[in-house]
């Protein structure tokens, strides 16, 4: 099967962290950056709805959402209508700012909807990845209960990683983080090389490496900067004609 752009990042963070023996951070492009091929809208019951939304790349990318009241058939059929015709070839960050306007005529029947769609493309926490946090716990310095605790506690905020990981994304070059200044105030000896990827500004994504904060930064710095060029370069290789990315 076709692995997902989260799923090959995935395995490059995994090599990351494998390589540096720590753990390897990243943050999946937004999927709302590919450019629009084909939208599919598909009532599951329920409530449930499954959004897909294919890029010209050919890349599928999907969303499961739970409304309150089940979607019909024909309603699914029409907003899917309008998608494809409407917004062929943008970008869903582009469309963004028109499709509440346009979608307006239709406002009881897909505001929910939409909605929901906006708000997971506007805090996408999902692309976060975490790759070999027993890594960093095998580290001496780390053999303490307490400290694994919280150590622990602030891998699972994904939500503070998604927003340090999307700042680095816009940072324009190599990140090293220590201790408080890697967002986590209770994390003392922890440190954090990370670098912005992609294939323009609109398609940026982060990758990085967390560690104790006597990590071997020629060798840290080297790694992240050589993941960050082949991401930038894939990335470059495949893009649609215009900024657009998966």
Request: net charge negative; glycine share 8%.
């Amino acid at each position: 099967a076709a692995r997902t752009p989260r799923d090959k990042l995935a395995v490059l963070t995994t090599v990351l962290s494998e390589s540096a023996h720590s753990a390897g951070v990243a943050l999946v492009p937004k999927w709302s950056q590919g450019r629009l091929a084909r939208a599919e809208v598909v009532p599951m019951g329920a409530g449930r709805v499954l959004f897909l939304w294919v890029t010209q790349r050919g890349t599928v990318y999907h969303r499961h959402l739970q409304l309150s009241d089940s979607m019909s058939a024909e309603r699914a059929e029409t907003l899917e209508r309008i998608l494809n015709i409407e917004y062929q070839g943008q970008t869903f960050d582009e469309v963004t700012s028109r499709i509440r306007e346009d979608l307006q005529r239709l406002k009881h029947e897909y505001d929910e909807f939409v909605e929901k769609l906006l708000a997971g493309a506007e805090s996408d926490e999902s692309g976060v990845i975490i790759e070999g946090l027993n890594r960093v716990i095998e580290q001496p310095e780390f053999g303490d209960i307490d400290f694994l605790r919280r150590l622990y506690d602030a891998f699972e905020d994904r939500h503070r990683l998604f927003l340090l990981l999307d700042r680095i994304s816009h940072s324009g070059g190599l990140q090293v983080l220590l201790n408080e200044d890697t967002g986590f105030a209770d994390l003392n000896g922890i440190g954090l090389v990370a670098a912005p990827f992609g294939a323009s500004e609109a398609s940026q994504g982060s990758i990085g490496l967390f560690g104790p904060s006597r990590m071997p930064y020629p060798q840290i710095l080297g790694l992240v900067k050589y993941a960050s060029d082949v991401l930038s370069d894939a990335l470059a290789e495949g893009s649609d004609d215009g900024p657009a990315t998966d």
